[in-house]
């Protein structure tokens, strides 16, 4: 038991040993997912609430399923829809959801830092399901199961992350979390789209995918939004998958194992070629979706497990 | 073919020297360049010009210049254009994309080229604009604009007020390694101006900018390039105050360049006189001390490149209240005469404006021209610097005649242009 955090909010907190334990016990729930009978009583009693204060379909979908197949009390909260627009600050409706005593809060926001100004007013468990352009943890540590399912290992591995890394939290919780465990990371991307002072974070910076992905093992590839792509950060969607969409020409530059991730939804013929991201030989990208579900299931385990314990402490 | 040209005084812009020799081209390129007399056997040459002690020079590379195609071909063609180039010893043209509509896709630069290659027996290199329409809001496909030929990008006259979407414009142009030109200017000083504020403007009545207006946007400019390691080039730089950052930038190692029009270098803001419209250019005329600065930046290499900035625009533009007509003049068969009055009053010599003509615009666009060094392509100016004449504008091969040299006495005549070793222009010589 070294994972004994109340919350979930970056991978920047975390230690190598809590990776690997978060990902061995989110290993267990990949087979179990796969069974007829997929439902525990792990965190049966307990209530857990989704609060998306952006738009997510899958996110929040796997965030839910895990919830409920572990046996907890779901609620789902969208949140645009709901108490801000009638103008109350972010505190305020924690400290109204904080009043009826959920266990676990799952939190989405715009705003980079806004997850941890919520974690702090409230006496659960937080899980930052992305919040700005600063993290998203889970998908970080679903990527890394991943990895170490397909490759047999999360080491030594070179990895190329490509496309809009300036506007990514994937980017950001991905570099930090394979830094860590003793990766190489290589970031590709568009000049305009690469953000300042990186290359310090620990990563290779290429523009060029036919160099970037020279020899590589995994390649993330991420989503570009329509709005960057026209004039403002790229010159338009052409130029930019001629240059950076992932097609095999520019596969055939990494190893001949590499393995395509994307963490979704997927702009087919912007970043990655319709043909190639169905192409089991190399993508892993249903894969991803699938563990997403595991992992979660694993982060809620362990939280569930910490706040009891600091509760039979505390008592 | 092997053509000898003998008998030349050799303008030779990176020894700094003008000699008597010969030059030797052998089909496209040049081959030999000697000093003294003919060591060669003339029988092996398919043909032999006794230049007469002419100033034999490498051709001049315009740099901004606008033909009218497509949109306006009634102002200017590209067999027009290459008409007065040619007959103006000006062997390379850089084009801008301020034509209608604007050169901001690879499929309409395709055009340019296809047409320039079709009617142009000169070189036409091609710059595409920065931003769609010119209009500074989205940047244009510059990687697929570089892999369709473009040699820059420039929004020309345009000047990008947004310096977020300059910045992020420029960071993607460095990243391409492609060189971006700017005229440098701060839009909201001048704004509505027709002339430079002073005595004379404000004698005439005239909606004035200060000349600070141009400081301020190579400050602006300048401190973007920084920013993002852009290759840059002010297209035309008119004021004395505005050299002092040129110079510092110049002297902190960043990759920047300027030119200066040859307008402004042999006219000033009296020229204008009694509201002739046909001296109205983009930036106005400035004030004799801000010309004479000019000159010595010329002269002493803060500015870079002269250029004749040819702007056709048609009779009914120009016959207008001063205010209201179209800014511009035409120049491609006057950028040699008019240089040349700098040679004649002392103050350059012949080698550094062909530096400024020819060298440096080759080097600055990475062409493999505008020296008389061997292997280079043999794009050449024969040329009488002495002739005299009377510049009557409706002699002029520009389908435009709106040139401010009309009637004024000039000293230069070209005998002959060649480009990649074909004559391409030519008056009788011995031969």
């Keep these: ?315 | 073919m092997k053509i000898l040209l003998k008998n030349a005084h050799l303008i030779d812009p990176v020894l700094d020297s003008v000699k008597l020799g010969y030059l030797i081209v052998c089909d496209d390129k040049i081959s030999k360049l000697c000093y003294g007399k003919v060591i060669e056997d003339e029988k092996f040459f398919d043909r032999v010009i006794d230049c007469s002690e002419k100033y034999l020079a490498p051709g001049i590379i315009d740099v901004g210049v606008k033909i009218c195609e497509p949109g306006e071909r009634h102002k200017e063609s590209f067999r027009t254009a290459s008409l007065a180039a040619a007959s103006g010893g000006v062997t390379s043209i850089i084009t801008r994309p301020d034509t209608i509509p604007a050169i901001d896709t690879p499929e309409k630069l395709e055009f340019v080229i296809k047409r320039a290659d079709t009617v142009s027996p000169i070189n036409i290199y091609p710059m595409a604009a920065l931003t769609r329409d010119r209009a500074g809001s989205e940047m244009t496909e510059l990687g697929l604009l570089r892999d369709a030929g473009a040699i820059g990008f420039t929004d020309c006259d345009q000047v990008m007020a947004n310096n977020k979407v300059l910045t992020r414009c420029l960071t993607y142009a460095a990243s391409l390694d492609m060189l971006v030109q700017g005229h440098p200017q701060d839009i909201t000083l001048s704004a509505g101006a027709s002339a430079t504020s002073g005595k004379f403007a404000s004698l005439k009545g005239l909606p004035s900018v200060n000349a600070i207006a141009e400081t301020i946007g190579v400050q602006r400019d300048l401190a973007i390039v920084e920013l993002t390691g852009v290759k840059y080039h002010f297209d035309q730089l008119s004021t004395a105050r505005a050299l002092d950052p040129l110079k510092r930038a110049k002297r902190d190692g960043l990759d920047v360049t300027a030119g200066a029009s040859i307008h402004h270098l042999t006219l000033n803001e009296m020229d204008i006189g009694d509201y002739r419209t046909f001296f109205k250019i983009k930036p106005p005329l400035r004030a004799e001390d801000d010309r004479l600065a000019m000159i010595e930046a010329v002269a002493d290499g803060t500015i870079d490149i002269i250029s004749s900035m040819h702007t056709p625009q048609d009779e009914e533009s120009k016959r207008l209240p001063f205010e209201e007509a179209a800014s511009g003049a035409v120049g491609l068969e006057t950028i040699l005469p008019a240089s040349l009055k700098l040679y004649h009053n002392n103050s350059i010599s012949l080698p550094k404006l062909f530096r400024a003509l020819s060298l440096n615009p080759a080097k600055r666009f990475n062409l493999n021209r505008g020296t008389l060094e061997p292997n280079k392509k043999a794009d050449l100016v024969l040329f009488d610097a002495d002739a005299p004449f009377v510049l009557n504008r409706f002699n002029l091969n520009s389908k435009s005649k709106n040139t401010p040299y009309d009637e004024s006495l000039m000293q230069g005549k070209v005998i002959k242009t060649f480009v990649n070793g074909q004559e391409v222009y030519g008056e009788s010589i011995n031969e």
């Design chain 1, 1 to 315: 038991m070294v994972f004994c955090d109340r919350h979930l909010l970056g991978i920047e907190q975390l230690k190598q040993v809590e990776i690997l334990e978060i990902l061995d016990c989110a290993e267990k729930y990949v087979n179990l997912n796969r069974e007829t009978k997929k439902n525990s009583n792990i965190l049966s009693g307990l209530t857990q609430i989704n609060m998306f204060f952006e738009n997510s379909t899958r996110t929040q979908a796997s965030f839910e399923l895990a919830g409920k197949r572990l046996g907890a009390d779901v609620m789902n909260m969208t949140m645009q829809a709901s108490s801000i627009k009638k103008g109350e600050t972010l505190i305020d409706t924690a400290l109204t959801l904080n009043a009826m005593n959920p266990d676990l809060i799952v939190v989405r926001h715009p705003q980079s830092g806004a997850v941890k100004l919520l974690a702090e007013k409230v006496n659960c468990s937080v899980i930052n399901a992305g919040d700005g352009l600063h993290e998203h943890p889970t998908q970080a540590l679903l990527d890394a199961l991943t990895i170490r399912r397909t490759k047999g290992r999360l080491q030594s591995l070179s990895v190329a992350i490509c496309g809009d890394i300036a506007h990514s939290r994937v980017a950001r919780s991905n570099l930090l979390l394979l830094n860590k465990l003793g990766n190489r990371i290589r970031l590709i991307g568009p000049r305009t789209l690469m953000p300042s002072g990186v290359s310090e974070l620990g990563a290779e910076v290429f523009e060029d995918m036919y160099l970037g992905l020279n020899d590589v093992d995994v390649v993330m590839m991420l989503r570009l939004q329509n709005e960057r792509m026209d004039g403002s950060f790229v010159p338009s969607r052409r130029e930019y998958y001629h240059r950076w969409g992932l097609n095999s020409e520019k596969l055939s530059c990494a190893k001949k194992d590499v393995i395509v991730m994307h963490p979704g939804p997927m702009n087919r013929g912007v970043e990655i070629d319709g043909t190639l991201a169905d192409d089991i030989n190399h993508s892993v990208i249903q894969d991803q979706v699938e563990i997403g579900v595991a992992v979660r299931m694993g982060v809620m385990e362990l939280l569930a497990r910490n706040v009891s314990r600091q509760f039979l402490k505390g008592g």
